[in-house]
């Protein structure tokens, strides 16, 4: 899984032409932590169209503070640099591929 931080977010997402979806967690969130194996499975199922990765929000806050993230975890569905979907708390796995598979 793509670790996104303060120092390559614009270059692989911002920049990035195509679908990037990101995951905004933290070590100590208990949703978060359901969620993981979740978006890895999806990032598996779904990777070869789409780009995965993840933002921890305690090491990287600039880009937390950027996007506004006020809860985790937070799925933002970026589309030619720009976002395009926000999924705020935990979700399904059905939900999340759902709401994704939409941009493809």
Do not use: H
Not at 4 to 14: A, G, H, L
Not at 70 to 79: C, D
Not at 93 to 103: A, D, N, P, R, S
């Amino acid at each position: 899984m793509r670790e996104f931080t303060d120092s390559n977010f614009v270059e692989e997402v911002v920049n990035y032409n195509g679908i990037t979806v990101v995951d905004f967690w933290a070590a100590w969130c208990g949703p978060c932590k359901m969620l993981a194996p979740i978006f890895e499975e999806l990032d598996a199922e779904l990777g070869d169209k789409i780009k995965f990765g993840k933002v921890n929000v305690d090491d990287n806050p600039s880009i937390a503070n950027q996007f506004k993230i006020a809860n985790i975890p937070t799925i933002l569905v970026f589309k030619n640099g720009n976002v395009v979907d926000t999924l705020v708390g935990f979700r399904p796995k059905q939900e999340l591929k759902t709401v994704i598979e939409k941009y493809i």
